[in-house]
Structures are given as C-alpha cells and as structure tokens.
C-alpha cells in the first residue's frame, strides 16, 4: 500500500497521565528502529485509525514527526487497542532505512474459488497464513496471493513453492511447506493445522531479533 501518511508530535506526558492525552483525542505511540532510540509521541486518534484501515504490517508509512521535521518511513509494529471498545491504547512504529534489507512476515492472501469445492464432503484446510520473507523497505508487499483456483481434485495441495513472489522478495519460508490442501470435510475435523503466527515485528537482514520493545508509556 502506497502514499500512507502520518503526523505526530513529541510526547511530553507519560505514565498513568497519558489517558488525559487519551481524552483529549491522542494516542500514545512510540518510534525506534536499529541504532535509533526510542521516541515518545502522540498521534491523532482520529487519523490514526483512518490509516490503520489500510496500513499492513508490510506497508511504508510517511511519519512526519513536528512541523519542521523531514517525514521518516516506519512500519507499523504494534497496536494495543481495547477489543470490546475499539479504544485505542498505544502503537508501536519500526524506524527503517532504505537501503538495508529487511524480515518481516507478509501474510498471505487466498483469492479464486476452488472448483473441488463444487463436489460433497470436501473442505479446504488453510495451513499458513503468512511467509517470512525478506527485501528492500520498498519492495516489501502488502500481501502474497494464493490462487485456489487451481484446486480441482482431493488431496491436491498448494505449497510454498508454487507461489509466485514479488521482484525484490527473498523467501525464508520452507518452500516444500504446505500453504492449503483439499481434504475430505470428515477429516478436517479431526485435524489440527499448525498455523503460522506474524510476529510482531521486523527484523533487519543478519540481526537476530531483540525482542525489543519500546514502554508503552
């Protein structure tokens, strides 16, 4: 996803005073990225969530930082949000740089319909949702399609391998993983399908993650 934007201003409040900001109509957030310390800011709540409707976890976002600040891409890592009201209690936001390599996990998109579908007992069993892969800020896409419809008998199956990546994209997923496969619908019952969690940040190409996390506060 393309020409997404964001302002936001340093945040001076912290600790059990941000729900003043919360109040207010801000959002808590926090910038970092390698070698970069960590930022407090605040967003606008509002704009916030307009961008959110778009933005993926792989998609480049203008932050523009202050009135006089040149915007800097980020990705957004994390969001905390109440799941019963919406609220919005804090975001995270990946500083990166253009020309270093990055890992992140970019989930997968199932489109198409499976002609098998069309016979009876039969399901299909979703095996992965993402793939971890690895590219330039810029050649990282919003998400990887998985055509079913070329699922047109029992057993047939769509692994890694088989699907087609962007330019750019390095692919640190097993490639003989299996992405879906058709299955008698008595059986998918009884099987449990190990599902690939995102994970809830990025990694820059030939650093181990820190499990870094910036204060919520």
Do not use: C, W
Request: aromatic content about 4%; hydrophobic content about 40%.
């Amino acid at each position: 996803m393309k020409g997404l934007e964001l302002e936001a201003l340093k945040r001076e409040v912290t600790g059990k005073k941000v729900r003043f900001l919360r109040r207010q109509g801000f959002t808590p957030a926090n910038v970092y990225g390698r070698g970069i310390d960590s930022i407090a800011l605040q967003v606008d709540t509002k704009s916030l969530k307009q961008m959110l409707a778009h933005a993926g976890g792989t998609d480049l976002i203008s932050l523009k930082v202050g009135p006089t600040k040149k915007p800097v891409k980020v990705l957004l890592r994390d969001v905390q949000k109440n799941p019963l009201s919406d609220e919005m209690f804090h975001v995270e936001f990946y500083q990166v740089k253009m020309d270093e390599k990055i890992r992140v996990d970019v989930p997968l998109e199932f489109v198409g319909e499976a002609p098998v579908l069309k016979h009876k007992n039969v399901a299909l069993l979703r095996v992965l949702d993402f793939l971890h892969i690895e590219a330039l800020p810029d050649d990282l896409p919003h998400s990887i399609e998985v055509d079913i419809s070329v699922l047109e008998e029992n057993d047939q199956a769509i692994h890694v391998k088989d699907l087609e990546l962007p330019k750019g994209v390095e692919l640190h997923t097993d490639p003989e993983e299996m992405v879906i496969k058709v299955a008698e619908a008595k059986k998918v019952v009884e099987v449990e399908a190990p599902v690939a969690e995102a994970t809830e940040g990025v990694e820059v190409a030939g650093e181990k993650k820190e499990g870094e996390e910036a204060a919520e506060e």
